[in-house]
């Protein structure tokens, strides 16, 4: 079920592309049948005709509701999913030098050594980080979070919000991609009653072993 989600994370788009062109055929083939079957004439030439416009009908509807449930997956499952659901499993070269991994010791010397903006915890400049927003900054309505995630053996992300001085995280969506400096997802703060709220970003390394978490903090206005 893990390798299914991954799958549909990753060519989510190709995937609606193909669904989309078959449609159209499918749709096509649906109006040719449904013509024939209004111009037969005799019994078994109209029978042949209204058979292939149910073939034709039922590949359609098939069409459209597996692109539905791959709508509700990705946009209401896939971002609550924990991490090591979209962690595949390694895959052992004999031949391939091992590389070495980042721990979580690692990534906390970093961060101890190196120099992190006021109002941030745990992250490391042009590693592990949120470019946008600024600590501090106040955001409402639907805004676009953007940052850089590329650590050494990198296995795959999520980003949460909590109120201020809470524990009870919110998973808003998450990724297997390197990001450098680009845009991680949409955070909706409608709903959200106005106040301080934390956003991290959480990193699973590609031997499932979590690293410190880069957290941010924002002030959420009023839509």
Known sequence: MGALF????????????????????????LWKAWSEWRISVFGLEKELAFQKVRVSGAFFLLLIMIGLSMFCLVTFIVPFLPATTFRGTPTANLLQTPAVTLSAADLTAQ??????????????????????????????????????????????????????????????????????????????????????????????????????????TVHVTAP
């Open 111 to 216: 961060v101890n050594a190196t120099a992190t903006p006021t109002g941030t915890s745990g992250c490391v400049p042009g590693k592990l980080e949120f470019s946008s927003p600024k600590p501090g900054e106040s955001v409402k309505s639907k805004i676009i979070l953007s940052g850089t995630i590329n650590v050494q053996n990198f296995g795959f992300y999520k980003y949460e919000y909590a109120a201020q001085g809470s524990e009870n995280w919110t998973t808003i969506a998450a990724g297997d991609k390197v990001v450098t400096e680009g845009e991680l997802g949409a955070w909706d703060t409608s709903q959200l009653t106005p106040g301080d709220y934390q956003i991290r970003l959480l990193v699973t390394d590609n031997l499932g072993k979590p690293l410190p978490a880069c957290i941010s």
């Open 6 to 29: 991954r799958f549909l994370v990753q060519y989510e788009v190709l995937v609606y592309l193909v669904l989309t062109i078959g449609a159209v055929f499918t749709a096509r083939s």
